[in-house]
């Protein structure tokens, strides 16, 4: 094992003890793909069935398990170790900056990793929807929404002054993911304009290339286009958390 990789798993093992620890949040990340799951099968139950809708649902529940286990989730966990001084004890040792953030964002990206394969299990096992199409997309997607999304709680935690404002200046992020990248209101019954101004968001890209994974029919330049916003975005949260990211409070 190289010095860096021992660090990580140093740091991650540190990480998910906390997590452990916080009986709300975990609670939340591992009841909510099963109770997702659940409240769509009771749902479809009630309807007649469209597979459509199915594969909408599965779709964006992947997406709810990054926006909240991995950008709400670290969100707390970066200011929280930044006003019990962790973060700048850290800091006064031999690990790099990158290596600190990335520990502390392991437990909860694996725990969405794991949860977005149980909700693939679970769509193809129990609702009927059919395997993916293009798994690599899946993959990418997912990877590349848990880096971006990684890189936005650190970004947004310059702007959170303590763990229970998290819950607004996560807030619109939420909304915003909501209602315009595709997760709860498909961007085809969308507007035109509307539509092409919602594929510049934040996790359209990563939502495109979910769905183009698991239930193809997307050309190239679509995935094209969504893996190129998707790296935009990881882009400019990097350079936003090598600018403004706080390692200490504010006295």
């Not at 094992?1 to 939340?28: D, S, Y």
């Not at 679970?122 to 609702?127: D, E, I, T």
């Amino acid at each position: 094992m190289t010095a860096t990789a021992g660090r990580l798993t140093a740091l991650g093992r540190a990480e998910l003890t906390l997590l452990l620890r916080n009986r709300t949040a975990l609670a939340v990340a591992l009841v909510m793909p099963g109770a997702s799951v659940a409240a769509i099968k009771a749902s479809m139950d009630q309807l007649d069935p469209d597979m459509s809708v199915a594969e909408a649902a599965m779709t964006g529940g992947i997406g709810i398990v990054l926006i909240l286990v991995v950008h709400l989730n670290l969100v707390s966990a970066y200011v929280a170790r930044r006003e019990e001084l962790v973060l700048k004890r850290l800091r006064t040792g031999e690990v790099p900056d990158r290596e600190i953030l990335a520990g502390t964002a392991l437990p909860a990206a694996g725990l969405a990793l794991a949860q977005c394969v149980l909700i693939v299990v679970a769509g193809v096992a129990f609702l009927g929807v059919g395997a993916p199409k293009r798994p690599e997309l899946l993959v990418l997607g997912v990877l590349l929404g848990m880096v971006l999304l990684a890189a936005l709680a650190a970004a947004t935690s310059a702007v959170t002054r303590t763990v229970e404002s998290a819950q607004l200046t996560t807030l619109p992020m939420l909304l915003i993911s909501y209602v315009g990248s595709g997760l709860l209101i498909p961007l085809e019954t969308m507007p035109q304009e509307l539509s092409s101004a919602c594929k510049l968001l934040p996790v359209t890209g990563v939502m495109t290339l979910v769905r183009a994974g698991w239930l193809g029919g997307a050309d190239a330049h679509d995935v094209v286009g969504a893996a190129v916003t998707a790296l935009a975005w990881i882009a400019l949260s990097v350079f936003a958390v090598q600018r403004w990211f706080r390692w200490e409070p504010r006295r």
